[in-house]
Structures are given as C-alpha cells and as structure tokens.
C-alpha cells in the first residue's frame, strides 16, 4: 500500500448499496488506496477519528450542508455523485430535493451516470460553474455485467434451492407506506380524509405537488396491493415473493402474504440475485426495471395509472418493460414470460441515461479520477480550521447520539438495523474474495473491521 489519502464510503442502504461500493474499495486497492466503507451514520458520527480521505458522498442535499463544512474544515475532499439521479422528479422539483448550493460549494468534483444526468447538474442554476463533471457510470452498473454473474452464482443457486421457480414482485411506495411515517409525503389526514401534517418524504416538493404525487402513489400502491391476491389466486402453482423497498413498512405485505398459501415477503441481501433467479420480475416505476433489463432479464412494468409530471420518474424503468396496466393485462403477460416467450423490447431509452463501456469498469473510471485528485496538491487546511471542524464534529456526534435515545428517530439502533444490518468481517471478506476473483487483482485484498458498521479495505 502507498501513504495516499484514503477514500471514505459511506453507505446509506446496505441491501442496494455495500455490493457496488465494496467493489469500488476492491479497485481501489487494486491500485494502491485504502478505504473505510461502512455506515454512513456511524461514519459521519466519528469523521474525526480518520485520517484526512477523500470522501465519496452519495448526495448532496440541504442535509449535507453541516456535514460537508465538517469535513471541509477537517481537510477531507469531497467527491459527490447522486444515487437517485437515474429515475429522478422533474428538473424543478429534483432541484430542490436532491441539490444544495451549499454543499455544492464543498464539492470538488462530482460524478454523473451519463449524459442526461451531466445535462441535469448542468442545468442547476447554484452549480458552480468551475466544478468538474465526469461521466463515469456508477458501480451498480458494474454488478449487472454479465462476467459478475459469477459474484452472485452462489446467492442464486441458493434462493432457487429454497424457493424453486417464483414471481418476484418488487415495491417502491416509500412516499406514501414508509417505515418510519415521518418520511411519508403526509404523516396524517383530517377527518374528512384530507392530507394535513407533510412529512420529510415531501421536502422540496411544496405542498400543491406533494398532494398530486401522494395521491398518484397512493392509487399505484392501492392497485399494486389488490394485484397481489388476484396473482396468487390466477397463479396457485407458481410461489409469489415481494420484496418490499428496504424504507418501507413491510406489515401490510406480511398481513397479505398471511392470507395465501403461495405468497411470502423476503428482503434478504441485494436485489439482483433475487431478479436474476426469478422467473420474473413484477415492478412499478422501480429502479429494478433497469436492473431487470440489464441483467438480461424481462420485467413487467404495473402501470394502473399514468401522469407525466407525477410519474417522472418512473418512465426509464417502465420504458425498459413490459408495460401493463390492468390485472387481466400482466396475467396475460406472465402466462407468456412462463411460456418462455416474452417479447422483445427497445433499449434505445437508456443510451444516453447511463455510461457503460462493455471492457471498462465504471469502477475503474471513478478510480482514475480520484487517481488524479492524489496526484494533485490539494490545499491543506489551517490548523485553526482542524480544531474548529474537530469541535463541530464532537457538537454533532452528542446531538445525535442524544436523538439517537428517541425511537422515532433515523439515528435509533433499531432504524439503523433497518438499513444496514450488522455484518460480521469473515462476511465482507468472501465477499471481496469474489470481487478479486473476477477483476483479477494484482495482490490479495484484505477487510479489516474497525468498529460495528466500518470496515477496512485495503
């Protein structure tokens, strides 16, 4: 190993993203840099105890604002790309959502999925003007290759021991059944059945959109929910699993499954070996309809209602499917998807949605970039401006710890069970051995855990 900064990844959903990230730490290893991945709570808890790193946010929202000016004053650089940048809101509403001019500011160089999402940074009117962008893909992308089958082979071989030939049916409906119902788009409704208290599923939305989009969900979900009993009554002889999204509240799909023999809710590890060993895949206006394509894997796109400015963001995952939007329409479908003869679809949408080069990781792109950032001399921060940013970050860490004792709140142990599950080091480490397998490291790679949900790559 080289005495080059090392990276921070931080990782927010466990189930969706410690698979890509830990190969980004492979490849980065690979070539010389050490990294700590883990929790992004926990990481960002204790950022006083690492080294100055580059740090690699997966957003950079208002609420980055405080934690950017920490690791700013602590002499971290910053990288950003944004994980929901692929299916997004539109321009206006994502803008408010998803982009801060503030934690902008403190961002050195930022990394897109493809053209349309340079095309959108481009287009935040805060952006600065000098900040560079890099088409680089992003490392969910790299585990959809088909020469990463190999990284899931176990995983799938093992779900279709234990469950055969199953329809996958994936859910998105965060907005309106969220695990905690403070991150709904509404929390309440007034008698009259009125939506009343927004919850932080709504910010940057306004009220008039937050409205129209809770009631678009809310009719998607409703169907989404009744399609589930008419599928296990129509299909008794295939088993059906749901795999709720990792926010939401999964009750409703328990209560469901309780009532039909050939139903169950599973949500173990990432999404792409469970797409990959079914027989197919049901979505609406999931990322998994991307993911399905990609994976070379037909999906069916549940479209029981339709509104441009609403279902923004689910037109590249519905585009990419079969879309139905009756219950009669995807039994039709899936008599043909268990027939083996789904028809073929257009791939024309995603070319310029996503940078993706057959003989080059994106992995590998995102690496080459921050190999010029340690070949750079970075400014390094005063010492004035490390002690303060070590005092902002202990003010921070007792703030947090101190809301961490509320059940209701995303810093308690239980939320963060929700979205990322304990680990244990033997764990990571088969995995990393998988991914040095198939990228054929130069030297051995190894995991080191340095504290519950931070792990050491190197």
């Known amino acids: 190993m080289t005495d080059t900064q090392p990276l921070l990844i931080p990782i927010e959903n466990q189930v969706r993203e410690l698979d890509p990230k830990l190969l980004l730490a492979v490849c980065a290893a690979n070539a010389g840099i050490k990294s700590y991945i883990g929790y992004r709570t926990e990481m960002d808890i204790i950022i006083s105890k690492f080294p100055r790193s580059i740090y690699l946010a997966k957003s950079f929202t208002q609420r980055s604002d405080k934690m950017f000016r920490i690791l700013s004053k602590l002499g971290h650089t910053i990288c950003a790309w944004d994980e929901e940048a692929l299916v997004h809101y539109p321009p206006d509403i994502y803008f408010k959502r998803r982009l801060s001019p503030v934690a902008a500011s403190y961002v050195s160089h930022l990394f897109a999925w493809g053209q349309e999402n340079e095309d959108l940074f481009r287009a935040y009117p805060s952006l600065p003007k000098?900040?560079?962008?890099?088409?680089?893909?992003?490392?969910?992308?790299?585990?959809?290759?088909?020469?990463?089958?190999?990284?899931?082979?176990?995983?799938?071989?093992?779900?279709?021991?234990?469950?055969?030939?199953?329809?996958?049916?994936?859910?998105?409906?965060?907005?309106?059944?969220?695990?905690?119902?403070?991150?709904?788009?509404?929390?309440?409704?007034?008698?009259?059945?009125?939506?009343?208290?927004?919850?932080?599923?709504?910010?940057?939305?306004?009220?008039?959109?937050?409205?129209?989009?809770?009631?678009?969900?809310?009719?998607?979900?409703?169907?989404?929910?009744?399609?589930?009993?008419?599928?296990?009554?129509?299909?008794?002889?295939?088993?059906?699993?749901?795999?709720?999204?990792?926010?939401?509240?999964?009750?409703?799909?328990?209560?469901?499954?309780?009532?039909?023999?050939?139903?169950?809710?599973?949500?173990?590890?990432?999404?792409?070996?469970?797409?990959?060993?079914?027989?197919?895949?049901?979505?609406?206006?999931?990322?998994?309809?991307?993911?399905?394509?990609?994976?070379?894997?037909?999906?069916?796109?549940?479209?029981?209602?339709?509104?441009?400015?609403?279902?923004?963001?689910?037109?590249?995952?519905?585009?990419?499917?079969?879309?139905?939007?009756?219950?009669?329409?995807?039994?039709?479908m899936l008599d043909r998807y268990l027939g083996g003869t789904p028809p073929a679809l257009d791939s024309s949408v995603l070319n310029k949605y996503i940078e993706f080069d057959t003989d080059k990781l994106c992995c590998s792109n995102i690496i080459e970039v921050i190999e010029q950032i340690l070949n750079t001399d970075a400014p390094k921060n005063s010492l004035i401006d490390n002690i303060y940013g070590k005092l902002l970050a202990t003010k921070r860490r007792m703030i947090k710890r101190i809301k961490g004792l509320s059940a209701s709140s995303k810093y308690h142990h239980s939320y963060q069970q929700v979205r990322f599950p304990t680990l244990s080091q033997q764990e990571l480490q088969a995995k990393v051995d998988r991914f040095a397998q198939i990228i054929n490291t130069d030297n051995p790679v190894a995991i080191k855990q340095i504290s519950p949900h931070i792990f050491l790559v190197q």
């Open 130 to 332: 000098t900040l560079p962008i890099y088409k680089v893909g992003n490392p969910r992308l790299d585990m959809l290759r088909k020469d990463f089958a190999y990284y899931y082979e176990d995983e799938i071989a093992a779900i279709k021991q234990k469950h055969g030939e199953f329809i996958l049916l994936n859910t998105n409906f965060g907005n309106v059944n969220a695990h905690l119902p403070i991150h709904n788009l509404f929390i309440s409704k007034d008698e009259n059945g009125n939506y009343k208290d927004m919850g932080r599923g709504a910010t940057g939305m306004g009220r008039e959109f937050s409205e129209g989009r809770a009631k678009f969900k809310q009719t998607i979900y409703e169907h989404f929910l009744s399609l589930i009993p008419y599928l296990a009554d129509n299909f008794k002889e295939s088993k059906i699993i749901i795999r709720p999204h990792p926010v939401e509240n999964k009750d409703v799909y328990y209560n469901l499954a309780a009532k039909h023999n050939n139903v169950e809710v599973v949500q173990e590890g990432n999404v792409i070996p469970w797409i990959r060993a079914a027989t197919a895949l049901i979505h609406s206006g999931c990322t998994t309809g991307i993911e399905a394509y990609l994976s070379s894997k037909p999906a069916i796109a549940y479209v029981p209602a339709t509104d441009p400015r609403y279902g923004y963001d689910a037109i590249i995952p519905d585009q990419l499917s079969h879309q139905c939007s009756s219950h009669a329409q995807v039994a039709t």
